[in-house]
Nanobody, 112 residues
Framework: QVQLVQSGGGLVQAGGSLRLSCAASGSIRLSTMAWYRQAPGKQREFVAIVTQNGSTHYADSVKGRFTISRDNAKNTVYLQMDSLKPDDTAVYYC???????WGQGTQVTVSS
């Protein structure tokens, strides 16, 4: 089993930026990695994904503002979030989609 440990997040004003990190306890070189989020009272939703060869895909709501990346040498995946909006407020989770392994969640709060 691989453990996913998240860091980053916090409180930021609208228009600001944050970067989330997700460090895996094992190699992620062959794994697709993804970020999801869950806002209060809403279901968890897909945010972004990066395949093992570096291809990326984003939810329409974050396209052009968020960037997912990976550093296989560090077994870490990142989510750079720019031009943040209050609607981006949520708990963010990283995941290896082909498994049931989730990160512990990181709160992101965007104030207006």
């Amino acid at each position: 089993q691989v453990q996913l440990v998240q860091s980053g997040g916090g409180l930021v004003q609208a228009g600001g930026s944050l970067r989330l990190s997700c460090a895996a306890s094992g190699s992620i070189r062959l794994s697709t990695m993804a970020w999801y989020r869950q806002a209060p009272g809403k279901q968890r939703e897909f945010v972004a994904i990066v395949t093992q060869n570096g291809s990326t895909h984003y939810a329409d709501s974050v396209k052009g503002r968020f960037t997912i990346s990976r550093d296989n040498a560090k077994n870490t995946v990142y989510l750079q979030m720019d031009s943040l909006k209050p609607d981006d407020t949520a708990v963010y989770y990283c995941k290896i989609p082909t498994t049931t392994w989730w990160g512990q969640g990181t709160q992101v709060t965007v104030s207006s």
